[in-house]
């Protein structure tokens, strides 16, 4: 089949039933450097590792504040999460000048979705080239959500989105039982831990390439400063989930 005969716009399906456009949208989110998310009953942890584009650059950021209740690490493009996270901001401070209230996290998860569906659905646009981890805090508990350019979305317990995130999951998969009732420190840890299992071997995770975003039920969402970072990777080397298991 060829392809390039059904790949010139977002409205034309291919006899298989694909929109290759929102496909290849899909591919540059698993192309884009990692980044993870977990949550136990009080806190949602998002950790990211950040790359650089030359030695001369400084490194890129990968999780942006929303408002002091949420916040969402991103996985491919980064001019097009701006987009979505100056809309985000903006939703969150009309709802909270409307209501005196924060924006419920759910809600605006479905308005980014709605938003990045109505992309596929024009052939003089394109689809949004980014994933977002959704982190946030309402009345309803502690969320942690995913959005695809699609304008799928999902809730999780814990999730990871780009490159080498298989891995990242996989680590998830035996050990998200714990998160529930994991402390803060077990939480970030288990983060770091999962991220470690993504990386490249050549690589190495430091207070440079690292970011870890916190938010807690009566904690407002923070980053941890390149301290707290290096006491965390220091840490991570003498720690074993088997522990917390035998705690329990």
């Known amino acids: 089949m060829l392809k390039h005969?059904?790949?010139?716009?977002?409205?034309?399906w291919s006899p298989q039933g694909k929109l290759f456009q929102v496909e290849y949208a899909m591919e540059a989110v698993k192309q884009g450097s990692i980044c993870l998310g977990l949550k136990s009953n009080d806190f949602v942890v998002?950790?990211?590792?950040?790359?650089?584009?030359?030695?001369?650059?400084?490194?890129?950021?990968?999780?942006?504040?929303i408002d002091d209740h949420m916040a969402i690490a991103i996985a491919g493009l980064t001019a097009d999460a701006r987009v979505l996270c100056k809309y985000m901001r903006t939703e969150c401070l009309e709802y909270k000048y409307t209501y005196e209230s924060h924006h419920p996290v759910g809600r605006l998860v479905f308005k980014v979705a709605e938003k990045s569906q109505h992309k596929t659905q024009s052939g003089a646009k394109r689809p949004y080239g980014v994933g977002l981890l959704v982190a946030g805090i309402d009345p309803n508990g502690v969320h942690l959500f995913e959005t695809c350019p699609s304008g799928n979305y999902y809730e999780y317990k814990c999730q990871a989105i780009g490159s080498r995130s298989q891995a990242a999951r996989t680590y998830f998969e035996s050990w998200f039982h714990l998160f529930e009732k994991s402390t803060l420190e077990q939480l970030i840890l288990h983060g770091l831990s999962a991220l470690k299992k993504a990386i490249m071997e050549d690589e190495e995770l430091n207070e440079k390439n690292v970011e870890v975003g916190?938010?807690?039920?009566?904690q407002k969402f923070i980053h941890l400063n390149a301290q707290e970072l290096k006491d965390y990777i220091v840490k991570l080397e003498t720690f074993n989930a088997n522990t917390q298991i035998q705690q329990e």
């Open 214 to 218: 916190i938010l807690g039920k009566n």
């Open 5 to 12: 005969l059904y790949d010139t716009d977002c409205v034309t």
């Open 46 to 65: 998002l950790c990211s590792l950040k790359r650089q584009p030359s030695e001369l650059a400084g490194y890129q950021e990968k999780q942006f504040k």
